[in-house]
Nanobody, 121 residues
Framework: QVQLVESGGGLVQPGGSLRLSCAAS????????MGWYRQAPGKQRELVAV???????NYGPSVKDRFTISRDNANNTVSLQMSSLKPEDTGVYYC???????????????WGQGTQVTVSS
């Protein structure tokens, strides 16, 4: 079993910054793509950013040039640096990680518990 622990959410004023982190622990042989998704009340969950094992990134159109995703393979951690935050960025942010447990088993997707980000003055 794999556990994802998220941190860094909270309340911030428009134009401010926040940094989210997500650390994976448990039975891990290797980690593939890692990413962040968000969901506002009454809306569909959407992609924020993903990063592959070799460092390739992809961003949602509304956050490109404002958010930066990174990973620390030594610590099985993915982070999201958020700058120039807008009220529209408000929502619950979920970490997602693809993990291979036993060496011959397939990759499995895991989700964090979610962390609230509120952008308001």
């Amino acid at each position: 079993q794999v556990q994802l622990v998220e941190s860094g959410g909270g309340l911030v004023q428009p134009g401010g910054s926040l940094r989210l982190s997500c650390a994976a622990s448990g039975t891990i042989f290797s980690i593939g793509t890692m990413g962040w998704y968000r969901q506002a009340p009454g809306k569909q969950r959407e992609l924020v950013a993903v990063i592959t094992s070799d460092g390739s990134t992809n961003y949602g159109p509304s956050v490109k040039d404002r958010f930066t995703i990174s990973r620390d393979n030594a610590n099985n951690t993915v982070s999201l640096q958020m700058s120039s935050l807008k009220p529209e960025d408000t929502g619950v942010y979920y970490c997602n990680v693809y993990v291979r447990g036993p060496p011959l088993y397939p990759m499995t997707s895991y989700w964090g518990q979610g962390t609230q980000v509120t952008v308001s003055s």
